[in-house]
C-alpha cells in the first residue's frame, strides 16, 4: 500500500471515527431537549406537580448528555484543516459560512438559555424558563441546520461558481443550498433524534419499573416517551422517503450501492434479505447475490415514487443508461466522465501557467474551458472507472439495519403504547421491560447505520463529481494520522465511559427519590 | 451595571448550587483543554493558515495539488 493510500485510508477512519462518536450524543441532545420543552409546557399549563418532576429528571440527563457531548464535533474541523486542507480550501465558503452561523450561534445560545434552564428554576418567571427551554431546543436543532446543509452541499453541490484564481467554491445563492437533499437530510437526522429519545426514555424509565421504583412517574415517562417517540419515527420514516427519492435524483450510484444493484428494471424490486455475490463486478456476467428475496417494484415505488420506473445499477450508470418515462435516455458514461475531467483538469493546469505569465488572455482562455467540464472536474482523477465505486457490502448492510430497525422501533412504539395504557400490564410485563432496556443501544445502532448510508454510499467523493477523498487530502505522515487516530479513540471512549457511568449514576440515584408529587 | 450584577450572581450562585454539574463542569473544561491544547496545538495546525501567509499563495498551492 502505498503512502497516500494509507494516509488516506487512515484519514477517513479517523474521521468517521470522530463522527460517530460524534453522532452519539447528538441526537439524544436534539430529541430530549424537546421533549423536556413539552413536558415543561404541560407543567405550566397543569401547573401539576408530575410534570414539573418529569421535566426536572429528564433536563437532568439532557444536561449530563449535552456536557460531555459538547464541542466533542469541533474535532471533525481540525481535521478538516490538517488532514483535508485541499478539502477545506476548495470548498470555500460555502462550507465557512454555515458552520461560522452554527459557531457563533451555538455559543451565544449555549451560554444563555442552558444556563437559564439549569440554574434559573425559582429564578425567573416560569415562563422565561419555559422559553429558554425551548430555545434550547430550537438552538440545538438550528445548530445542526448549517451542519446538515454544509453535508447536503458536499452530496449535491449547488449554490456556488468555482473560481479557478481563489481556487474555491464562492456562493452565488445562498438559498440554493437549502436544496431537497438539505431539507430531507435535516428533517431525517432531526426527527430520527425525537425517536432516538423516545427510546431512550422508555428503555430508563423501564429500568425503573423492573427495580419497581417510582412506577407512576416511570409510566408517566413511558407514555411520553412512546408518543414523542412514535411521532418522531413517523416522521423519520416520511423524510426518509423524501431521502430516497432525492439520492435517486442526485447520487444514483449511492442509491444502486443502496441495493447492490448492478442491472437495474423497470420496475424494481427491493432485496429484502441477500447474500451479496463479492465476484460481481461491474463489467462481468456474475448474479449480483448468490441469494436473494426481494419485495417486488419497492426500489421504484421508494426511489421514483413510481412503481413501474427504472432504477439504474451500478453498470447502467457506468455506461451511461437510464429510461425515464419508458424512454431509454443516454447518461453520461463514467468513461466520458473521467475525460471530461481530465480535460477540466488540464485547463485548470493551463490557467495556472497563465497566471505565472500574467497573460490574462490566455487566463480567460483556460477558465472557460474549465467551465465547460468543471462538472465532472473530480473523475479526472481516476484511471478506472472502478474507482467510481461506493462500497457496496456496507453501504447495502447498513441501509437494510436502518430501514429494518425503524420497522422494529414502530411496532416497539406501538406495542408499549398499548401495554403503558393498561398500567398492570406493564408493571407485570418484566420481559417487555427487558426489550425495552435492550432497545436503547439498538437504536443508536440505527442512528449510526443511517449515517454510514449516507457517507460510505457516496464514496470516494468528499465533493460530489468535483472532490475525491484522494485529491482532498493534505500530503501529511501516515505516521502521524495513525497516532491521533488513536489519541482519539482512547480520549472519546473515556469520555463514553464518563458519559455512560454518570449517567447510570444519576439514574440510580434520583430513581431512589420520590417522583412522585402526591407521596412527597 | 445593575443587569450585569444581576447576571453574574446568577451564574455565580448557579455554578455554587450544583451537585452533578461540577463533576460536569471538571470534564468540560479537561476535555477544552485536551481538544484545544494538546490535540489542536500538538497534532492539528491548519496546515494552510501555518505554511502560507496569504490567501493567493494558499489558492496557489492548492492548485498545484489538484493538477499534480
Ligand atoms: C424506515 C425508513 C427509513 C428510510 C426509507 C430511510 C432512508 C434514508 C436514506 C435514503 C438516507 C440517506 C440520505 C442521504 O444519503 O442523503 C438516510 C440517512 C439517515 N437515516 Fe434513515 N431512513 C429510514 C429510517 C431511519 C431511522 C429509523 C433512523 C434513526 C432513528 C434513521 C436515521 C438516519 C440518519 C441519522 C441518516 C444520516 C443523515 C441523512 O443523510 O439524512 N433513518 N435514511
Redesign the pocket.
Known amino acids: 500500500m502505498n503512502d497516500l493510500t494509507t494516509v488516506v485510508d487512515w484519514s477517513r477512519w479517523q474521521f468517521a471515527l470522530t463522527a460517530i462518536y460524534h453522532?452519539l450524543f447528538v441526537?439524544l441532545t436534539l430529541g430530549l431537549s424537546v421533549l423536556v420543552a413539552i413536558m415543561e409546557s404541560l407543567y405550566l399549563k397543569t401547573k401539576s406537580e408530575k410534570w414539573l418532576q418529569a421535566t426536572k429528571f429528564w433536563m437532568r440527563l439532557f444536561g449530563i448528555n449535552f456536557a460531555i457531548g459538547v464541542a466533542t464535533g469541533i474535532i471533525l474541523e481540525f481535521e478538516f484543516g490538517t488532514n483535508w486542507s485541499n478539502y477545506s480550501w476548495f470548498v470555500g465558503d460555502i462550507f465557512g459560512a454555515p458552520l461560522a452561523i452554527e459557531g457563533i450561534l451555538a455559543f451565544f445560545m449555549e451560554s444563555t438559555f442552558v444556563a437559564v434552564m439549569f440554574f434559573g428554576w425559582n429564578k425567573v418567571s416560569p415562563r422565561f424558563h419555559l422559553a429558554s427551554t425551548w430555545l434550547t431546543a430550537i438552538g440545538a436543532s438550528i445548530s445542526a441546520l448549517w451542519i446538515?446543509v454544509a453535508?447536503?452541499w458536499m452530496?449535491y453541490p449547488v449554490g456556488m461558481e468555482f473560481d479557478p484564481a481563489q481556487m474555491r467554491n464562492v456562493m452565488d445563492n445562498f438559498w440554493d443550498l437549502f436544496s431537497g437533499?438539505a431539507v430531507?437530510?435535516f428533517f431525517?437526522?432531526v426527527f430520527?433524534g425525537w425517536?432516538?429519545a423516545g427510546v431512550f426514555v422508555i428503555g430508563v424509565s423501564c429500568w425503573f419499573l423492573w427495580k419497581k421504583r417510582n412506577q407512576e412517574f416511570a409510566l408517566l415517562s413511558i407514555k411520553s416517551g412512546a408518543w414523542f417517540g412514535l411521532a418522531g419515527?413517523l416522521l423519520?420514516?416520511y423524510t426518509?422517503?423524501g431521502?430516497?427519492v432525492?439520492?435517486t435524483k442526485h447520487?444514483p450510484m449511492?442509491l444502486a450501492a443502496?441495493e447492490g444493484l448492478y442491472h437495474g428494471t423497470e420496475g424494481q424490486g427491493f432485496t429484502a434479505f441477500a447474500i451479496l455475490n463479492p465476484e460481481k463486478d461491474w463489467n462481468n456476467d456474475e448474479d449480483e447475490y448468490i441469494f436473494e428475496i426481494a419485495i417486488p417494484k419497492m426500489l421504484s415505488i421508494?426511489g421514483r415514487h413510481d412503481a413501474n420506473a427504472f432504477i439504474p445499477g451500478v453498470t447502467d450508470i457506468i455506461e451511461g443508461r437510464d429510461i425515464i418515462n419508458g424512454d431509454t435516455v443516454n447518461t453520461v458514461s463514467y468513461a466520458e466522465r473521467i475525460e471530461r475531467g481530465k480535460l477540466a483538469q488540464a485547463a485548470l493546469r493551463n490557467y495556472d501557467i497563465a497566471m505565472e505569465n500574467g497573460d490574462s488572455a490566455a487566463m480567460n482562455v483556460a477558465k472557460a474551458d474549465l467551465q465547460k467540464n468543471f462538472q465532472y472536474f473530480g473523475y479526472g482523477y481516476f484511471d478506472d472507472v472502478k474507482e467510481a465505486i461506493p462500497p457496496i457490502g456496507v453501504t447495502f448492510w447498513t441501509?437494510r439495519i436502518?430501514?429494518y430497525?425503524?420497522?422494529y422501533?414502530l411496532l416497539f412504539f406501538v406495542v408499549i403504547l398499548f401495554l403503558v395504557y393498561r398500567t398492570r400490564l406493564m408493571e407485570r410485563a418484566t420481559w417487555i421491560q427487558w426489550i425495552a432496556m435492550a432497545s436503547v443501544p439498538l437504536?443508536w445502532v440505527?442512528?449510526e447505520?443511517?449515517?454510514a448510508?449516507?457517507e460510505v454510499?457516496?464514496q470516494p467523493w468528499t465533493v460530489q463529481d468535483l472532490l475525491p477523498t484522494k485529491a482532498a487530502i493534505s500530503e501529511i505522515p501516515a505516521s502521524s494520522v495513525i497516532i491521533t487516530f488513536w489519541l482519539f479513540a482512547l480520549v472519546f471512549t473515556v469520555l463514553l465511559v464518563a458519559e455512560v457511568s454518570i449517567m447510570c449514576r444519576q439514574i440510580s440515584k434520583e430513581s431512589k427519590k420520590n417522583l412522585s408529587p402526591n407521596k412527597a | 451595571m445593575e443587569t450585569i450584577k444581576k447576571i453574574w450572581i446568577f451564574y455565580r450562585d448557579g455554578f455554587r448550587e450544583m451537585t452533578v454539574g461540577k463533576t460536569l463542569w471538571m470534564i468540560i473544561l479537561l476535555k477544552l483543554f485536551i481538544f484545544f491544547v494538546v490535540i489542536k496545538l500538538l497534532f492539528f495546525p491548519n496546515l494552510l493558515s501555518r505554511d502560507y501567509d496569504t490567501d493567493a499563495d494558499r489558492a496557489n498551492h492548492v492548485r498545484k495539488e489538484l493538477t499534480k
Do not use: Y
Open positions: 453522532w441526537p446538515l453535508n447536503a452530496q437533499i430531507n437530510k431525517h437526522a430520527s425517536a432516538l419515527l423519520t420514516m426518509g422517503d431521502s430516497a432525492e439520492v447520487q449511492k443502496m421508494l441501509f436502518m430501514c430497525l425503524g420497522g422501533f437504536m440505527c442512528s447505520a443511517g449515517w448510508v449516507a454510499g457516496r
